[in-house]
């Protein structure tokens, strides 16, 4: 399995590169994607580093792309290509000197079409309002509206004023149209009922200039007398805003002749519009084609410039030097590709690549291709694995699908979930290539692998479980038969009738009903049961005993791949003190329930017989496990078979039953076997608990015997000198220096007995009681696919079985069922798949986090985050994305 097993072996590197070929080096090595940088100006901010100014002139270019793309978007112009096309080239200093020059030019130019385009808009919009204030007002005219308005005006002045000879004057003006009400209602008031005015809508909708949203406006024409008036009017459309056009022609001719004028200018600004519009659209057409390009480019180079940052200088300051770590697998691609990258700059001086001795833990790093990387995700999703710990995910790819087809198993629903992840599968190159940014899409792109794993899985346990759409299918015959001849059935229908009951039960005795010589159905759960009315108490438990079993299994399984770590780093206290107690308390109560099961199903039927050299009389003495479970950790006495020798018992049998035989020993020496058990897993507590601290004590004793004995020192009296010698090494100083040679910790990293202590304690007190929890949490599998099962029941009875019976005329039925089909797709589909097959999901991902992972797998690792082209452009086209929706 490679570096999927266990991460891959890191190796702490120095690179020292000359500085005129450090860009060409460093953007070698992006290509590569191998090396993860450290920082070594950690004190350093932002702004005092030395490429800081590159990076700020990229950022610059940044904002200009920005600004460029929301104007392609704006237009709703296709962006063509795409960031990432594979090729890392990195453009030279003159070409990219050229590409800023041309973003630069471009934005300058994009800018003044902007300006332009808005003065156009804004002059053609008034053009707009002048011609339909020109027809409107010559339509307020038309038919002598002018003499009625000043017989109105002369009505409505005060008859006690001195009246003044003023002539009726009008002022023309465009309002928008919501605002028309409230305007009339204020002249009206603030005129003192003394100005008339008339209003009319525009047909047509006008687009603002510079917001660009679209409005309705309307044309007023307001009569007054007197400059008093002229001057209220003047300030109330100011208040709200209208426009008010004072060189309205005065006679009807020169009105239809300027409007005759506007209209020819209107159509010359629409022609001047259009070209302009036009030639914006080939200029950002043109940058829409080579965004991408542009952008690759810029974040190619900021992304060197970024990790340049991270190095140091020698103190002549002409060479780089950089710690990075590197896989082991690529150490001699990275000193190639260094070595690539000087070669290209002419450089004579070639790079070095040292490999450096260092405390740090390493990253972790697990290869992945893109069916494993989903798997990994889970796993990571957790906790990142500790440096060379094993790693869960090449097991999780088969124990991940199986259990979740546990809780979903379901031949039909299984045969959707695979089809839709086959589906994904087999158009993933037309899906990445379309670029869908779609959430709910790429996550579900993203799983569709373990989407058609589950589905598969998902099949074969419907098979198993012999359910497909909440119904059964007969494949190799049922191993029961009806006993009954047609004068019996006769006799119930007679019976039935009399009592007026509707339904009637059979039931089937295996001695008679079952045929022997055929043995059990071939594979899964007989068809028969699915008529049977105790179905449910069928396979409520067979599936809670197949969920103890698989939970027990997977976590022994765990504990036994606690070993492959303990082995790896070669710590025999923890194989003796840790796996071995634990394997051994799994074993005498958990594994040892499994056995209990797997022989009850095996031995225990309705006929009776001898079994474990014991009369067994049927199934009322099937042994009942979970009560035998308890009464072996309470030691309780138990009888030894299933009869008593002593007593007479009915014919055949050779004693007489005991009243609660299924609590009695039903295998010789039971009692004492399970006593033995309890003893040694109570006997491993301590040993898990105390084993490790023991160990660590008699260590510590061990080690400041040691440096006692190593220990000697030498005084001069005269010069009150003295010296310290540790394995003949000589340490010179004052007297009291050196007052003993212990430092603690040892191989414990400085801990003490008390931490280590509590940790032991902690993990096994969680061990031995997670046993018993995630035990019963295993249950959780039997349980969901109890609900799935009657879901999908309850489904096809309450809806699609319905279809059949709305009618006795075929054709309506037919379609009744033709309709409800539909909506019973429709909810199979979205209850059944989506959210039953989420819930399965998430507790299987439960399970694996809590009851598997944590048997063996700390998770307190940091991962390999390589310095790369590809993950740089991935991000810059998300954030593209992200910014345009």
């Not at 940014?437 to 099949?459: A, H, N, P, V, W």
């Not at 923890?574 to 099961?597: A, K, R």
Request: some cysteine; proline content about 3%; hydrophobic content about 40%.
């Amino acid at each position: 399995m490679g570096s999927l097993y266990r991460s891959e072996e890191m190796r702490f590197c120095q690179i020292i590169v000359e500085r005129d070929a450090a860009f060409s080096a460093v953007a070698e090595l992006g290509k590569l994607g191998s090396v993860q940088f450290k920082d070594l100006n950690p004190d350093v901010n932002s702004f005092q580093r030395m490429f800081v100014r590159d990076i700020r002139r990229f950022d610059e270019l940044e904002r200009k792309l920005r600004f460029l793309e929301g104007q392609i978007n704006k237009d709703s112009i296709a962006i063509g290509g795409k960031c990432d096309d594979g090729d890392y080239t990195v453009l030279p200093t003159a070409e990219l000197n050229q590409l800023e020059q041309t973003l630069t030019d471009l934005e300058r130019d994009v800018k003044n079409m902007n300006d332009s385009d808005t003065m156009l808009r804004r002059n053609y919009e008034e053009l707009q309002e002048w011609e339909s204030v020109l027809v409107k007002t010559d339509e307020f005219f038309a038919g002598g509206l002018d003499d009625a308005a000043q017989e109105e005006l002369y009505i409505q002045e005060d008859p006690d004023a001195q009246r003044e000879k003023n002539p009726v004057e009008y002022v023309v003006g465009v309002i928008k149209r919501d605002r028309m009400m409230a305007f009339e209602r204020v002249l009206w008031r603030a005129c003192h009922h003394t100005a008339y005015v008339r209003s009319s809508d525009i047909e047509q909708s006008f687009v603002n200039a510079t917001t660009g949203e679209k409005d309705q406006r309307a044309v007023f024409i307001i009569f007054y007398k007197g400059d008093r008036l002229k001057t209220i009017i003047d300030k109330v459309c100011d208040g709200f805003k209208a426009k008010v056009f004072k060189n309205c022609p005065q006679t009807s001719k020169d009105r239809q002749a300027a409007a005759a004028d506007v209209r020819a200018r209107n159509q010359d600004m629409q022609t001047v519009l259009g070209q302009t519009r036009e030639h914006r659209f080939r200029v950002l057409q043109a940058a829409a084609n080579n965004y991408n390009l542009w952008l690759k480019q810029v974040r190619l180079h900021k992304t060197v410039y970024h990790n340049l940052n991270l190095f140091t200088y020698d103190g002549i300051g002409r060479f780089f030097v950089a710690e990075c770590w590197v896989p082991l697998a690529d150490v001699d691609n990275v000193r190639d590709a260094l070595e690539r990258g000087v070669e290209k700059t002419g450089s004579s001086v070639k790079p070095v690549l040292n490999l450096l001795e260092t405390n740090e833990t390493p990253p972790t790093y697990n290869r992945t291709n893109k069916f494993t990387q989903v798997f990994q995700g889970i796993v990571d999703s957790y906790g990142i694995a500790s440096y060379l710990e094993l790693n869960p995910a090449p097991y999780t790819i088969i124990t991940f699908p199986f259990l979740f087809s546990c809780m979903f198993g379901d031949l039909g629903h299984g045969i959707l979930m695979a089809l839709s992840g086959l589906w994904l599968v087999v158009r993933e190159k037309a899906l990445i290539a379309r670029n869908i940014k779609d959430e709910i899409f790429t996550m579900f792109f993203g799983g569709r692998y373990i989407i058609l794993l589950m589905g598969l899985f998902s099949i074969h346990a419907g098979i198993l479980y012999n359910d497909v759409f909440a119904k059964s299918f007969n494949i190799f015959g049922t191993s029961w038969v009806n006993p009954y001849n047609y004068t019996e059935f006769t006799h119930w229908f007679e019976n039935q009738e009399a009592q007026k009951k509707e339904d009637i039960l059979i039931e089937l005795n295996p001695d008679t009903a079952y045929r022997h010589d055929m043995g059990p159905y071939p594979f899964g759960v007989d068809p028969v049961w699915n008529l049977a009315e105790n179905k449910l108490n069928f396979l409520n438990s067979m599936k809670m005993k197949l969920s103890v079993i698989l939970g027990i299994s997977q976590m022994t399984f765990g504990v036994l791949l606690s070993f492959q770590n303990y082995k790896f780093r070669n710590s025999k206290i923890d194989i003796l003190t840790v796996f071995i107690p634990q394997i051994v308390f799994m074993s005498c109560i958990f594994i040892y329930l499994c056995l209990e099961i797997i022989m009850k199903w095996l031995f225990f039927w309705v006929r009776p017989g001898y079994v474990f050299g014991q009369y067994y009389p049927g199934s009322n003495c099937a042994p009942s496990l979970l009560i035998g479970l308890i009464n072996m950790f309470m030691f309780k006495g138990r009888d030894a078979g299933f009869i008593d020798m002593s007593q007479k018992g009915p014919p055949g049998q050779p004693g007489k039953t005991h009243d609660a035989c299924y609590l009695v020993q039903w295998y010789p020496g039971q009692g004492y076997v399970e006593a033995i058990l309890v003893l040694i897993a109570v006997t491993c507590i301590p040993i898990m608990l105390f084993g490790k601290p023991i160990h660590f004590l008699l260590e510590q004793k061990k080690k400041k015997k040691e440096a006692a004995e190593r220990i000697s020192v030498r005084a001069n009296v005269l010069s009150e000198e003295g010296e310290v010698v540790i394995n003949g090494a000589d340490h010179k100083g004052d007297h009291g220096d050196h007052q003993g040679g212990d430092h603690g910790g040892g191989d414990h990293h400085g801990e003490n007995f008390g931490d280590v202590m509590v940790h032991q304690a902690i993990h096994s007190i969680e061990y031995v009681l997670g046993c018993v929890s995630h035990t019963a949490s295993y249950l959780r599998l039997w349980a969901l696919s109890l609900a799935h099962a009657q879901l999908s029941e309850v489904l096809w009875d309450m809806v699609f079985e319905k279809g059949f019976q709305m009618s006795d005329n075929r054709y309506i039925g037919s379609i009744a069922v033709y309709v409800i089909f539909f909506f019973f797709a429709g909810l199979t589909f979205s209850i059944l798949v989506l959210m039953e097959g989420l819930s399965a999901f998430l507790h299987a991902l439960r399970l694996h986090w809590v009851e598997f992972q944590s048997k063996f797998y700390q998770g307190l690792g940091y991962p390999f985050q390589p310095y790369s082209f590809k993950s740089a452009l991935t991000l810059a086209e998300n954030t593209s994305t992200s910014s345009s929706s």
